[in-house]
């Protein structure tokens, strides 16, 4: 939050809550997750999510794999994001909102945004991903309205030179009310717990680096795992996939939980890496102890008391047999990345700068938001005028933002004598509106 001084008056007007976010999903993939870990965070800080569920449309893409030649797969996905960068418009054009949020691998094309941006309507692109492994940031970045990624000054001097200027550092983060510590049956630690593990796909690096560990018990989980190699014997559940529930009790099982960030031309730790992946934050919030491999930005999101690093496998090595020999070292490293985590780490935290930069980016949001919270304190001032409506607000669940939904679903019939409000708003949701034309 220190990078916010500029945007003190777009921060304060965000804590406000009730802004209206239309939050456009990836169709499938690792961000799938983090997109719901946000929509669930922007509504915690009271604002109004409108989700656009483009993994509904998953079965497309599987339909795609049917196909004999890359060519053919590659058009009808490419078609299928067209489509739904289209419904993304449109629902855009039903719902008018605010802004417009879209993850790594989401379904918006560049015209879409640009087209967005013409109504009003500003898009934040937050790319969760190794701007060196996918390029496809080159034809997203230009035309999102502001670009938010997880690596600094390199990544902003390659925007910079296909003329991007508006992007902002928002590394990744933890969803605490998922990621957490949890009590385990003795089945459970039986299966999945371990001296040493590891959870994730099966990147080149990951192969070559853990045949050096095959002498220590440890355990390997989830999917892209050749089933016939020299890790075969360690691998789990024949490299199933997965899920996140899974994955935060294999954490609390383990001692040591390895977390070596991904390559595929490294032989191990990547020399130069920089971003630091989602696992480091999900393992420190569940309270569990972990080795992540160095990166450059680690020292400025937890300290070295908060998170055990190494940079070769001879470290890791020594440190795998250190910790295991200390309990207590172990889980006091553990607990003080978990505080630093649950102060600093978390969606609620990166939505609440997200959203602060828009708002102080962009006068058009910050004039609605301004409008908005003057009506609402306007109405708020004068409920003793109208009795029963104070206890009808009463009832619903953020008073930062609801819709005609939520006052019906507090008004309770049938008992008692409904009160004025209470009886105009059921009157209310009688009324038929027919929407024929989409709104420009």
Sequence with gaps: MGRLGRYAEGLRLAQRGGLRILVVNPIA???????????????????????????????????????RYNQSRRALNNGLAQYLSQA????????????????????????????????????????????????????????????????????????????????????????????????????????LGSPLSFVGAGYFNRQ?????????????????????????????????????????????????????????????VVPDGDFVNPRTFEIAACSAFQLVDRRRLLPELLADDEVETFSGLAEARDKIDRYLRDDEARCEIAERGRRRVLAEHTYERRM???????????????????????????FEADMGRHPGLAEILDRVPDRRWFGMGDVLGGIVTGEGKLSRAERLFLMLQNVEVLWEKIPE
């Design 29 to 67: 993939g690792g961000s799938l997750p983090a997109a719901h870990h946000c929509a669930r965070a922007l509504q915690a800080l009271g604002h109004h999510v409108i989700p656009f569920a483009s993994e509904t449309f998953a079965p497309g893409m599987e339909f795609a794999k049917g196909f």
């Design 88 to 191: 993304v418009e449109l629902r855009a054009r039903e719902t008018r909102p605010d802004m417009v949020l879209a993850l790594a691998q989401a379904p918006l094309m560049a015209e879409t945004m640009l087209r967005l941006e013409a109504r009003g309507i500003p898009t934040a692109f937050w790319f969760v991903e190794d701007y060196r492994v996918l390029p496809y940031w080159r034809e997203s970045a230009p035309a999102a309205s502001w670009f938010f990624g997880i690596q600094k000054e390199n990544f902003a001097a390659e925007l910079a030179k296909i003329g991007v200027t508006r992007y902002s550092y928002l590394p990744t983060c933890a969803a605490p009310d998922i990621h957490r510590p949890v009590e385990l049956t003795k089945a459970e630690r039986e299966e």
């Design 208 to 268: 070559v680096f853990f045949k050096g560990l095959t002498d220590y018990p440890f355990k390997i989980w989830g999917s892209d795992w050749p089933l016939i190699s020299p890790l075969s014997p360690w691998l789990q559940r024949r490299g199933a996939r997965i899920d996140t529930e899974t994955s935060v009790r294999i954490f609390n099982a383990s001692a040591v939980n390895l977390n070596l960030h991904s390559s595929t031309t490294c032989d191990g």
């Design 352 to 378: 609440e700068e997200l959203v602060a930069t828009m708002v102080g980016e962009f006068p058009q949001v910050a004039e609605r938001v301004r409008g908005r919270i003057a009506l609402r304190d306007e």
